[in-house]
């Protein structure tokens, strides 16, 4: 597929949580290839594509923040809903004042990503879905700044502003493009939705502040 | 009584800024510095954070819709929980539908049945979104609305204030005087970005009457929500960019460009009119109007 787009977000804040870390969520260092895909698809998807990121370039320079903020401590109960749909009172509204938590949420501060990445038709892709079609929707709504919804950087409430990146526009330079390489850990790729919602993980290298990301779900790509 | 509401979803898609401002008062503590105002150490800017807000909105959709079916808010206060309130939810009991042994939502469309029911229900759900105690992936709702941080516009300054109490919580200690303290910020004018996606509300049946709800909502959030720690709270602005498709016609970080707030001298700022805000309505993008609230 020759098809590939740049695009670059951007935002005040950022939360990539580490799912090691959920309960006070403490972000990962870097945007995770699960989390550009989000904003690749806030912006076009459709279940004939596959949006399959190639390479994260990091920007800025990776800054925590934290904060603090009361949150709820139990999920709305699918028993209670079932019950009250069938004429009983619904008595489970949750009452902050009784269900409060105080999380902390360390966060990354004023990130920016260049996100390069393509996308593969699926078996659902019918007659009418090209890839030049999808790829002119993605380039036509990216430069206009549309969007299916607003994306986001890891939580709703770090919203991502984002601008397409011409083909013969040069690429703005990254913090870390004379730092030496950052092995930055296990990272999650994405989750693999076919087998039960399985997380799937890499270990990204930064490369002068670039990230080369493998497609684990290729054929003949082995997890590392 | 299920509440079936047929009205349209809305169809365009919104971008707006609130300015609001705070004269000696805590808009928002931090239960990490010992409730002093929220601030961004390192610019010394003030922040209120995003679920703060939407609380607010919670509590006046409560307060104003108090009876009305359909515009229940499903995470409330204590304080203004009524029961009355609680007990108008009702759904009727629909003839195809099975019993049902299990809690769990058997599959995506006992799910999206749950969620629909929620969202139908309960103005909160519909608006902010809700994740459900289910693994099914729509038990998870994601409302077209969308609220961030709100920040300050300059770096507040967060005086505190001692203040003593003449009556005392143990016997015996008549002679004692209790001190209490209280942060305040003397002045402080916050902006907010927030988003409506017509995608989202697609899923949700957000209407316009629902949007038309959350502008009045979000005009009057602090009309009621005074208190001692407070101080006034007061909603300067509301700046509403429309656009004519659900896709919108502009990035939306341009549009939030054209708002812009300058302190009008060098001193701090104590109230509003120290400010300048200006919108530049000039050379708008096509499909995109300025509502002014």
Known sequence: MGYGVRLQVWGEYACFTRPEMKAERVSYDVITPSAARGVLEAIHWKPALRWVVDRIHVLNEIRFDTIRRNELESKISAGAIKSAMKGTKLMGQQVITEERQQRATMMLRKPSYLIEAHFELTSVAGETDTAEKHYNMFIRRARQGQCFHRPYLGCREFDAHFAYVEDDEVLPDSFYCDATDMDLGWMLWDMEYSREMEPLFYRPVMHQGIIEVPDLLREGVKPL | ?293
Request: glycine share 6%; net charge negative.
């Open chain 2, 1 to 293: 009584m299920t509440n079936e509401r047929t009205h349209q979803p809305i169809e365009k898609r919104y971008d707006f800024t609130i300015l609001f401002d705070v004269t000696n008062g805590n808009p928002n503590g931090d239960p990490d510095a010992g409730n002093l105002p929220r601030m961004d150490a390192e610019t010394g800017h003030g922040i209120v954070t995003d679920v703060c807000l939407k609380r607010k909105i919670r509590n006046y959709v409560e307060i104003v819709k108090r009876e009305e079916l359909g515009f229940g808010i499903y995470v409330t206060e204590g304080a203004v929980l009524n029961e009355q309130h609680r007990q108008a939810y009702y759904a009727l009991r629909k003839e195809d539908e099975a019993k049902a042994a299990k809690l769990e939502p058997k599959d995506k469309d006992e799910a999206r049945k749950l969620t629909q029911w929620m969202s139908d229900n309960f103005y909160d759900v519909r608006t902010f979104g809700a994740v459900m105690s289910t693994k099914v992936n729509c038990g998870q709702v994601r409302g077209p609305v969308q609220f961030t941080f709100a920040r300050s516009v300059d770096p507040i300054f967060a005086s505190e204030v001692t203040i003593t109490r003449q009556a005392v919580t143990q016997e015996g200690q008549e002679k004692e005087r209790e001190m209490g303290r209280k942060h305040i910020v003397p002045y402080g004018l916050y902006r907010m970005n927030g988003f409506v996606s017509a995608h989202l509300a697609d899923k949700t049946n957000f209407t316009e009457e629902d949007l038309q709800l959350l502008w009045e909502a979000i005009v009057n959030m602090f009309e009621h929500d005074r208190s001692a720690s407070r101080g006034e709270m007061t909603v300067r602005k509301l700046v509403i960019f429309e656009h004519q498709s659900a896709l919108g016609q502009a990035p939306a970080h341009q549009l939030f460009e054209r708002i812009t707030v300058q302190k009008i001298h060098d001193q701090p700022a104590r109230s509003y009119q120290d400010y300048q805000v200006s919108i530049e309505r000039d050379s708008l993008p096509e499909g995109v109007t300025i509502i002014e609230r």
